[in-house]
T-cell receptor, first 109, second 117 residues
Framework: TQLLEQSPQFLSIQEGENLTVYCNSS?????LQWYRQEPGEGPVLLVT?????EVKKLKRLTFQFGDARKDSSLHITAAQPGDTGLYLC?????????FGGGTRLMVKP | GAVVSQHPSWVICKSGTSVKIECRSL??????MFWYRQFPKQSLMLMAT?????????EQGVEKDKFLINHASLTLSTLTVTSAHPEDSSFYIC?????????????FGQGTRLTVV
């Protein structure tokens, strides 16, 4: 079983603060995806990283794939209440897609 | 991104009845679809992997006779909750892996809120 550990599990911050979510594994993945889910809806794909060391930016969100393709991070700059939600990382290897436990983020105005 | 449609969005059924949930990939073919269950404020729990034209692979602890999965075509997978009971009430989500685009991307349906009364 491939484990993908995501941390922190919960995060409550004030608007304007920065935060980083981590996704770690002992397994090598061919790609890693980050999703965001709002209550009552399915997860929405934010980004896919494929190359070791790759960095992708999506407005205030910065995603990085570790050099060894075993870990990834999501950094949010100047968080806003609209960033509130459940963030999920998922590692792909062959036909398997392994999800992290999720990080529930709450950004208070 | 690719579109996955899940139907119904919510359903209320009586205990003992069966409920079918459909998952369709609208603009791509998906040889593999996944079914998840999600409890309140928790992450996704993989129930089974649905492979087109073959039997689904169930995760440990998931009753295959209770959660029937059929993947008859490259664009449709169904999950039937048989003889539903209140403890089956949950949020069920499907996802499909896109064959085009970057490696391993999965796109999710909107989810189905099942309430068994």
């Amino acid at each position: 079983t491939q484990l993908l550990e995501q941390s922190p599990q919960f995060l409550s911050i004030q608007e304007g603060e920065n935060l980083t979510v981590y996704c770690n594994s002992s397994s090598v993945f061919s790609s890693l995806q980050w999703y965001r889910q709002e209550p009552g809806e399915g997860p929405v794909l934010l980004v896919t990283v494929v190359t070791g060391g790759e960095v992708k930016k999506l407005k205030r969100l910065t995603f990085q794939f570790g050099d060894a393709r075993k870990d990834s991070s999501l950094h949010i700059t100047a968080a806003q209440p609209g960033d509130t939600g459940l963030y999920l990382c998922a590692g792909a290897k062959g036909n398997m897609l392994t999800f992290g436990g999720g990080t529930r983020l709450m950004v208070k105005p | 991104g690719a579109v996955v449609s899940q139907h119904p969005s919510w359903v209320i059924c009586k205990s003992g009845t069966s409920v079918k949930i459909e998952c369709r990939s609208l603009d791509f073919q998906a040889t593999t679809m996944f079914w998840y269950r999600q409890f309140p404020k928790q992450s996704l729990m993989l129930m089974a992997t649905s492979n087109e034209g073959s039997k689904a692979t169930y995760e440990q602890g998931v009753e295959k006779d209770k959660f029937l999965i059929n993947h008859a075509s490259l664009t449709l997978s169904t999950l039937t909750v048989t003889s539903a009971h209140p403890e089956d009430s949950s949020f069920y989500i499907c996802s499909a892996r896109a064959q085009q685009g970057e490696v391993g991307e999965a796109f999710f349906g909107q989810g189905t809120r099942l309430t068994v009364v």
